[in-house]
């Protein structure tokens, strides 16, 4: 018998996996809040899991990875959930649904259809809780389509068009169908006969509107004993109820938190770029990293400049430590560099400051962008997280065990979050 196998939990109801990690907390946090208990793995583990939990998630960092490279990390996770007894499988992707132009949303959703060997799944960003809404197939956030809302000058994973029908059946070769808002609104019956009609004309994914969260529940039952789901967070709320399980306060407690408090940020969202303001503008130390100044082989010199910087102040409360810019001065960079040359330079320069920031005395750290949280996690070496209390919708503090007793981290899409999300977070804890 495998190691793997004799790790099997047979209590284990879900099994998932999320291509960024800020999004595998987003997914985490919901999960936990419907009442389930939650593991949030980095990376696929290695050895079987410990301990007994209702849901697994695995963080991986493949959104813009090759499409070949974000299949394999995939495949790999879903065999390894498989070898723990998940019952059902759920491969997240952001609410934006932003995705390089080869994917990788629907080549991994073609590859995890074809290793459960199933033959339809659905497909919704929909995360009304934070704006993201789905009607007649089109992807809002707030009140503007995908594609007015800043996301179409997202550095990485521009989102040009908000179709999601088309953008889905783009990056697939199996046919993308839609089951619109009239059929969510009239429950699970109406959903499971436009599901049967979308097979019998050969669709295998169906993009499925959701404007509230009365839709969401109403879509739950409708997705009971599928083998696959593709969706980002919004969908989580209405499943754990599929297994009977019921929202608890219990399920986020997390240890007391300690140690001096920082934040750093790498995204260059619209709802980032306020919350840097927001933070600076209340008189907090904050100190950004230009990407210029990274070029040339500066990138070690840049970060002991800021950690020189960041440690006298820390004793007075949260800094921040941050690389958000305009659209216009991104572009500028990446003009120079390569836009993933531009992303790596500043994603190892904050994973670095962040890495120097836990060795100065940082047990609660605050971690903005996908892409950022990725690389930071990565260097300070977390392999597992608890989820705890929510700080804004999508966004939890996490523990996660370290040598000297743990830290408190939260990773934070970049798209999240209320203005003053920098400086509430912490009071969070308090």
Known sequence: MSALKQGHLPNLKLGCIADDFTGATDLA??????????????????????????????????????????????????????????????????????????????????????????DFTIATPAFPDNGRTVFKGYLFAGNVLLNE???????????????????????????????????????EAAIHE???????????????????????????????GMPLLTAGSGV????????????????????AAKGLQAVVSGSCSVATNAQVAHFKANGRPAMAIHPASLMHGQNDAVVQQ????????????????????????????QAQL???????????ALAAVAQGLVQLGVQQLVVAGGETSGACVQALGIAQLQ???????GVPWC?????????????????????????KAFKVLA
Not at 338 to 348: C, F, I, M, N, Y
């Open 306 to 333: 800021v950690l020189a910087w960041a440690a006298p102040l820390l004793k007075d409360g949260p800094v921040l430590v941050y690389s958000t810019a305009e659209p216009e001065a991104v572009k500028a960079v």
């Open 387 to 393: 989820i705890g209390p929510q700080i804004d919708p």
């Open 338 to 348: 390569g836009v993933a040359e531009a992303g790596a330079l500043v994603e190892h």
């Open 194 to 224: 436009r599901m049967a009609a979308l097979c019998a004309e050969g669709v295998g994914v169906a993009v499925v509107d959701a404007t509230s969260n009365d839709d969401l529940h109403r879509l739950g039952p409708a997705l009971k």
């Open 399 to 423: 523990h996660a065990p370290t040598p000297n007793g743990g830290m408190h981290i939260t990773l934070k899409s970049g798209n999240f979050g209320t203005e003053d999300f920098f400086t």
């Open 236 to 255: 989580a709320i209405g499943l754990p109820a599929n297994f009977g399980l019921q929202p608890s306060a219990q399920a986020s407690q997390l240890p």
């Open 29 to 118: 946090n919901n999960l936990v809040r419907s009442g389930m208990r939650v593991v949030q793995t980095i990376g696929v583990p290695t050895s079987p899991l410990a301990a007994g939990v209702d849901a697994v998630v695995v963080a991986l960092k493949s959104r813009t990875l090759p499409a070949a490279e974000a299949i394999a990390q995939s495949l790999q996770a879903l065999r390894w959930l498989q070898a723990q007894g998940a019952q059902q499988i759920y491969f997240k992707y952001c609410s934006t649904f932003d995705s390089t132009p080869k994917g990788n949303i629907g080549p991994v959703t073609e590859a995890l259809m074809d290793a459960l060997q199933t």
């Open 149 to 187: 809302s800043g996301m179409q000058n997202h550095p990485l994973t521009p989102m040009t068009d908000p179709n999601l029908v088309r953008v889905m059946q783009a990056q697939t070769r199996r046919k993308v169908g839609l089951i619109d808002y009239k059929t969510v609104a009239q429950g």
